[in-house]
């Protein structure tokens, strides 16, 4: 979800009801995940992501948020069709990188038919790219190629975790019908090393980092409006996922969460142990569109100040998956001092989602 960003996400605008053809999405239900295959596409399903964030730092001590998001999404159109043409699983990706020097976020996306050359999500494992761009696992490090309009990135993303199964070992519920669920698991604490040029000027970095991968075939609850989503590297090895669907007038429709602390020890919470509480709004000066940039979030019996590396984290992508979001760099506090490092994802109040 997005992560997300939660999977269900602003992909599901490129399946208007009047071109879809009738055919039944496979249907999520419990099982085990098993890799390395499930690090690969699922091109079955309605929609997928892999969804890699991150807090990097340059030899100056220059901290930046950085963020590459691939979209695997099969609209229900021509699925007959023998043509080459047919726009049968379509590709999108975006990267940013906020920049709090300049009080900026840099971004761009990339949207292609895929069986295009160049163009393709392979099943066996992480293998997404889209002309330049790229995300795959290559040996025990995900590597990601990005050559954006005034910005470029070449990271490696090495694994220091087991992998983190989020929901019931995996499958991750989304609304009060069992039918609104994803596969969903998480890679945390990633080790992340290489270059991000940023105007020309190339800048060594590393930090760490979190990738979601997600797919499904169900779209929301008709009464959902948006999400709010965060994933923290906890300065203490642990790890926090916490999500909330929004209906109208910002009532949580459904919430969920999982915690693994430094231990290894795991906790999945439910919808009633999850709140978000916005403290600060942020207005943007493109879109007037309001974000609660600030909130308080509270698992369980943990309660976390969540504050942006900066408020400017909004992505408008309209010209790719077609809408318009804030998505960015947090940090996270107790008591007043910071205990991790992460992403937030707010969707859905620029305009509803119409899923």
């Keep these: 979800m997005r992560r997300r960003a939660f999977l269900i996400s602003p992909l599901a605008l490129l399946a208007p009801s ?64 023998a043509s080459a043409f047919a726009p049968r699983q379509l590709l999108f990706a975006h990267a940013a990188v906020a920049d709090p020097r300049h009080k900026r ?9 895929a069986g295009q050359t160049l163009v393709a999500a392979t099943e066996a494992t ?85 990738l979601d991968h997600e797919w499904s075939s169900e779209v929301l609850s008709a009464d959902a409006e948006g999400w709010d989503w965060v994933g923290l590297n906890l300065d203490d090895g642990g790890a926090l996922m916490a999500f909330r669907i929004r209906g109208r007038a910002g009532a949580t429709l459904w919430a969920g969460g999982t915690l693994r602390d430094a231990t ?47 408020d400017d984290q909004e992505l408008d992508s309209r010209a790719s998956v077609g809408t318009v979001y804030w998505e960015g760099a947090v940090r996270a506090l107790a008591g007043g001092r910071e205990i991790g490092r992460g992403y937030l994802e707010l969707t859905g109040y620029w305009r509803p989602l119409k899923l």
């Design 105 to 113: 976020l840099r971004h761009d996306q990339r949207a292609r038919r």
């Design 126 to 210: 992480t293998d997404v790219r889209i002309d330049d761009w790229s995300l795959r696992l290559d040996g025990n490090a995900y590597r990601a190629e990005i050559v954006g309009r005034d910005f470029a990135m070449t990271f490696s993303f090495r694994p220091t975790q087991p992998i983190l199964l989020q929901g019931d070992r995996g499958f991750s519920r989304k609304g009060p019908d069992p039918a609104q669920s994803s596969f969903y698991y998480t890679q945390p604490h990633l080790a992340v090393a290489g270059t991000l040029d940023i105007g020309g000027i190339a800048h060594p970095v590393t930090g760490r980092a979190w």
């Design 264 to 310: 290894g020890t795991m906790q999945t919470f439910a919808p009633e142990q999850i709140a978000f509480t916005p403290v600060r709004r942020w207005r943007s000066p493109r879109t007037s569109v309001e974000y609660p940039a600030a909130f308080t979030l509270r698992v369980g019996t943990l309660s976390i100040a969540i504050e942006p590396l900066m």
């Design 18 to 81: 009047a071109l879809a053809q009738t055919f039944a999405y496979p249907a999520v239900k419990p099982r085990e995940l098993v890799f390395p295959r499930d690090h690969g596409s699922h091109p079955e399903y309605r929609t997928e992501w892999w969804y890699v964030t991150g807090w990097v730092r340059d030899d100056s001590g220059n901290d930046f948020g950085v963020q590459v998001t691939f979209f695997r999404n099969r609209p229900g159109v021509a699925e007959a069709s």
